[in-house]
């Protein structure tokens, strides 16, 4: 069914008549992509795929999924795939609202204390798989889609929250939860990632000590506030490059950066190439 809804679409990320509801197509191994991802579930539905979380790398395949539970930068490919067997993919976004309603009507009890990393890698069990399959079934009958599917996707956040991720996903919604409250930092550094870090000021927003704060982080997102700062400046600064056709130097000071030589150091560490001959093969791509 996913082929079927992306074949005449070509490759990349295309959306569905079901508003969290995404698919990807990807024939093309060597083409990594970079985002800050916002809080999904991603289904294997065929091919492979490897995920960079700073330098930590991983890999899940054909019936397997992953969930992001706060917006992290992500860097990723597909590992197994060919014109005649794309790599698939079926994205869903979260919705942390919808997750507190069900595990108010749950009732789980909440032991956990220290925090979860924000994204993990498990099995699709076949509940989980019937419900991404009969979510996709309903593009076929749109008049279905109103009623029926926020209910099929109510059931699939129902299955992860009794699946053997439960924890990591349940903190995705519980109020003051230590990922809720890192989530919230988050959100704040996201938009103002072009201003000077300070780490206590981060930690006072998230109600912990410096060392506190930092320990959290790192366990929630693989890395530190200031290593999270440094990549969303480089994603926003490749995109201004693209978008708005500035140059190097422009661009790393409207994220940030005071110096250049610094700018460019760092670019070519995280996307393997300095900011002129990358930008110049994203757009000749």
């Not at 999924?65 to 590992?79: F, K, M, R, W």
């Not at 996903?169 to 003051?176: E, K, P, W």
Request: glycine share 4%.
């Amino acid at each position: 069914m996913v082929a079927r809804h992306t074949d005449s679409k070509g490759n990349g990320f295309h959306t569905t008549a079901i508003d969290p509801l995404a698919f990807t197509r990807e024939c093309d191994t060597s083409k990594a992509i970079h985002s800050v991802s916002e809080p999904i579930l991603g289904i294997v539905v065929q091919g492979k795929k490897e995920v960079l979380l700073n330098d930590e790398s991983y890999w899940y395949g054909v019936a397997q999924y992953l969930v992001v539970s706060v917006d992290l930068p992500l860097s990723g490919c597909a590992i197994k795939a060919t014109p005649d067997q794309p790599y698939l993919g079926f994205k869903l976004k979260l919705d942390s609202a919808q997750l507190c309603d069900i595990i108010a009507q749950t009732n789980p009890d909440i032991g956990q204390k220290e925090s979860v990393r924000g994204w993990f890698i498990s099995d699709a069990d076949p509940s989980l798989i019937d419900c991404a399959i009969r979510l996709t079934k309903l593009l076929d009958t749109p008049q279905d889609i109103p009623f029926l599917a926020p209910i099929i996707i109510r059931e699939i956040y129902y299955r992860l929250l009794m699946g053997e991720q439960s924890e990591a996903v349940r903190q995705i919604a519980t109020s003051g939860s230590n990922m809720q409250r890192i989530a919230l930092v988050i959100k704040r550094l996201k938009s103002d990632f072009a201003k000077p870090l300070r780490v206590e000021d981060l930690a006072e927003q998230a109600n912990m000590s410096p060392s506190s704060f930092h320990r959290h982080f790192k366990a929630v997102t693989s890395m530190s506030p200031l290593q999270y700062q440094k990549q969303l400046r480089l994603l926003t600064a490749r995109q201004i490059m693209l978008a708005e056709n500035a140059d190097a130097t422009q661009a790393a000071y409207q994220v940030g950066y005071e110096s250049t030589s610094q700018f460019s150091r760092e670019y070519a560490r995280m996307f393997g190439a300095p900011p002129i001959r990358n930008i110049q093969r994203l757009r000749t791509a």
